[in-house]
């Protein structure tokens, strides 16, 4: 083997310290210039750069198994690897003629990653347990973790198609609501309004003049204002009850329409349903009655207006199975039970009322009435036209030498695990976040009573919360705590507008008032939000409508036999059926 001759350059001596000499000196740099080797690039150093390794000292040499089989002498794990510049030209090793062999096993150290290893339960288990190996390929990881996360995904999606198909399935047949009244084939619809159009209305009122004020009312108790989940009190049931009279059959209302103090009569849970119409979710429905130049707004008996919805505007409907004590229906006679019992037992019982004008109506002598008074106010809608409405008051109480009215409603609840939220943990520590989660799933129920308070022009309202004693009794309920709002500023935190609910009652009477004279029916859609105006006879509602439908062995019966049948008495229904039997008999 034949080696050229090999020349040591001269090395600069550097006075001024360790290291290469300054490049000013320029003898210096002449000498520095004349060491250069020659086909060797130069390229000016950085710490941005990323430098091949002469030697890798975080090779894995512990597992002989996870290295690549090359089929040469030279092993590519091992510590010094020059093998990326074994037929470099620059260096000259092809043409100098050396050993071939030797060259082809001469190795550097290489930048690239190292091969892609095969996915399996050993790669598993080294990636997680052996930390010596060299990392993967960054690309290579965010591709695994991607396919490692549609899995989950795909297997998440299956798990919740599962629930939905055996757990769910009941609660999701319950979001299918069903019409509060049957919508008879006569019956002609005239309008269809949706709650879009509701949000755009505005109209502002001046304020109102009071015309009666009749009843009486006690004295609001200040200690169930300290009450805590701690110190409750057992909520108890009271036999006098308020009289809850529609609109027509209202004594006074009647009067003040002959004396023609109006043009458009109704109640505040009329109106409150009206202006709170885009916030409902379950049917209601309103009796419109055209007489003369007269509106009145009426109730059916047995209307949903009369109960009280609960968790009405939550995520989750509640079932309809009326046998369950958690159902729609049955929760709502629960909540009005509760909100009639609570509006007598915050009151001081002493026997003193304050009395007003008039007793109340509709009420015969020696009856014991509720706590309650109505106050007549008149609006001014129009330059002719005025509306009366009867606003309802539960109590009163004296602050800074000033009679003060109050409004009486209290929250129910029947079971945290539907509401999310443990009264009896959060509402002394956290009321903000009951009242939230009240407003999340009884946005309706709050703003019509805020809507009503509003009305009666009440100076506050008492909210209670009423919880039961065990979540599967129903009969039995405790009172947490009261809280009190004034109406102004409540109706500023639930974001209801007083222009826009008199710009919906406003609209709903100028169409009603172009309508010819007769009966005529509101109704909430069950599944859309919107409402329908229907055209019905003048007898659809009288003599005890049932809203229900009727058991099936009644409905087979055709009309005819229903109204002979309601001609004759018992006795001689009974007389015609043997008189029939014993007729096929002798036909057979």
């Not at 979710?281 to 009796?287: E, N, R, T």
């Not at 109480?397 to 009679?403: A, E, G, H, K």
């Amino acid at each position: 083997m034949v080696f050229e001759a090999f020349e040591v350059g001269t090395v600069p001596f550097n006075s001024d310290g360790w290291g290469p000499p300054d490049a000013s000196d320029t003898s210096s740099t002449s000498v520095a210039a004349a060491n250069l080797l020659p086909n060797v690039p130069f390229a000016s150093f950085s710490r941005s750069e990323k430098l091949g390794r002469v030697a890798d000292w975080t090779r894995a040499l512990s597992n002989p198994s996870a290295r690549p089989h090359t089929g040469s002498k030279s092993d590519p794990s091992a510590i010094f690897d020059f093998s990326a510049f074994a037929v470099d030209e620059g260096f000259g090793l092809t043409n100098s003629g050396g050993n071939a062999d030797e060259d082809a096993a001469f190795r550097l150290v290489d930048g690239k990653p190292p091969p892609r290893p095969k996915f399996g339960p050993k790669w598993r288990f080294n990636q997680y347990h052996n930390r010596n190996q060299l990392p993967q390929r960054r690309d290579e990881e965010v591709e695994a973790k991607k396919r490692e996360a549609e899995k989950d995904r795909a297997r998440r999606d299956r798990l919740y198609n599962n629930n939905r198909n055996n757990i769910h399935q009941q609660r999701r047949e319950a979001a299918a609501f069903k019409s509060s009244v049957d919508i008879q084939p006569e019956w002609n619809m005239l309008e269809q309004i949706p709650f879009s159009t509701f949000s755009k209305l505005s109209f502002t009122v001046q304020e109102p003049e009071d015309l009666l004020l009749c009843g009486g009312l006690e004295s609001y108790d200040r200690s169930y204002d300290r009450i805590t989940p701690k110190a409750d009190r057992r909520l108890e049931r009271f036999k006098n009850r308020g009289f809850k009279v529609t609109t027509s059959d209202d004594l006074v209302i009647r009067r003040l329409a002959k004396e023609d103090k109006a043009t458009v009569f109704a109640t505040d849970a009329i109106l409150a349903a009206l202006m709170c119409a885009p916030r409902s979710v379950y049917s209601w429905d309103l009796v419109i009655q055209r007489v003369g130049n007269k509106l009145f707004f009426d109730k059916r008996d047995g209307s949903p207006l009369d109960l009280l919805s609960v968790h009405e505007t939550s995520q989750e409907p509640l079932p309809e199975a009326k046998d369950d004590i958690n159902s729609a229906h049955s929760l709502g006679v629960e909540a009005a039970n509760i909100n009639q019992n609570f509006a007598q037992q915050v009151l001081v019982r002493n026997g003193k009322r304050v009395t007003f004008d008039e007793p109340i109506p509709n009420v015969n002598e020696g009856e014991e009435n509720a706590s309650i008074a109505y106050r007549y106010r008149r609006w001014k809608l129009d330059d002719s036209m005025y509306l009366v409405a009867r606003c309802e008051l539960q109590s009163t109480v004296d602050l800074n030498n000033q009679r003060s009215f109050l409004t009486l409603n209290a929250l129910n609840e029947f079971d945290p695990k539907y509401s999310g939220v443990d009264w009896r943990q959060k509402l002394e520590t956290q009321r903000g976040a009951v009242l939230a989660n009240e407003l999340k799933n009884n946005g309706n129920k709050l703003a019509k009573w805020t809507a009503q308070a509003l009305l009666a022009n009440a100076d506050m309202m008492k909210i209670g919360f009423v919880s039961r004693v065990h979540p599967r009794d129903h009969r039995n309920h405790v009172i947490l705590s009261v809280l009190g709002y004034k109406p102004k500023d409540f109706a500023g935190q639930i974001n209801l507008n007083t222009n826009n609910m008199w710009g919906i009652v406003k609209s709903i009477v100028d169409l009603c008032m172009k309508l010819s004279e007769g009966k005529y029916v509101l109704v909430k859609d069950p599944s859309k939000p919107q409402v329908r105006i229907y055209e019905v006879p003048a007898d659809a509602f009288d003599n005890d409508y049932v809203e229900e439908p009727l058991p099936e062995d009644e409905q087979v019966q055709p009309p005819e036999e229903n109204t002979d049948a309601g001609a004759e008495t018992n006795g001689a229904s009974s007389t015609n059926i043997a008189a029939k039997d014993k007729k096929s008999e002798a036909e057979a």
